[in-house]
């Protein structure tokens, strides 16, 4: 069974600009989730998405916004961005509780100039 | 409010000696706890998790985790560790809202560096 993908793995940005993030999950997994990884704030919970539905959400910004289509795909979008942004997007999936198991994709390494 | 700390940002150790990650937690219900492991420029590795039941879980990679309660402890361990274990080292609590709806919530990590 494939893993979770993540597309683009690096992306370079400047200031101001916005960018999207996707993310395919285990085929079979509803739940998508998305962290963003930097080395002052470690790993921290942005949404969470079921069934095409926001079902939780961190405590970032307007900017940051997701969504998932039907077949369990998601993509974050971040508009506007700040050099604060610049990090290692995560995407993790599972079945139907992202409190019980997550499996991780690669991520996305986002630089903002 | 939930959290996790791992005390040790940095730990170094030999080739061949046992390890001991710590982990401490804070959450009012019964927690799901998890070990992952990161190597440089990837994603998160689940080690081992525990959801109940024997306090002892084994995961993969020989590590082994012991779940205290009494401490509110989550501790990882290796006895014998290789230089491909040279990784940094994530503790998690998955937190529950309700129904299915939760996240995890993360340690900042330790960093293992393995001297020949």
């Known amino acids: 069974k494939a893993g979770v993908t993540q597309t683009p793995r690096y992306l370079i940005k400047t200031r101001g600009q916005q960018v999207t993030l996707s993310c395919s999950p285990i085929s079979g997994h509803r739940s998508v989730s998305w962290y963003q990884q930097t080395p002052g704030q470690g790993l921290q919970f942005l949404f969470e998405y079921f069934s095409e539905t926001q079902r939780n959400k961190g405590n970032f910004p307007g900017r940051f916004s997701g969504r998932q289509f039907s077949n369990s795909r998601s993509e974050m979008n971040v508009s506007t961005l700040e050099l604060g942004d610049s990090a290692l997007y995560l995407c993790?999936?599972?079945?139907?509780?992202?409190?019980?198991?997550?499996?991780f994709g690669p991520g996305t390494r986002l630089t903002v100039l | 409010a939930q959290s996790v700390t791992q005390p040790d940002i940095h730990i170094t150790v030999s080739e061949g000696a046992s390890l001991e990650l710590r982990c401490n937690y804070s959450y009012g219900a019964t927690p799901y706890l998890f070990w992952y492991v990161q190597s440089p420029g990837q994603g998160l590795q689940l080690l081992l998790k525990y959801f109940s039941g024997d306090t002892l879980v084994q995961g993969i990679k020989g590590f082994e985790a012991e779940f205290k309660r009494s401490q509110s402890s989550f501790n990882l361990r290796k006895p014998s560790v290789h230089w491909s274990d040279a990784a940094e080292y994530f503790c998690a609590v998955g937190v529950r809202y309700g129904g299915s709806q939760g996240n995890l919530i993360f340690g900042k990590g330790t960093k293992l560096s393995v001297k020949p």
């Open positions: 993790a999936s599972s079945i139907t509780a992202p409190y019980n198991e997550q499996f």
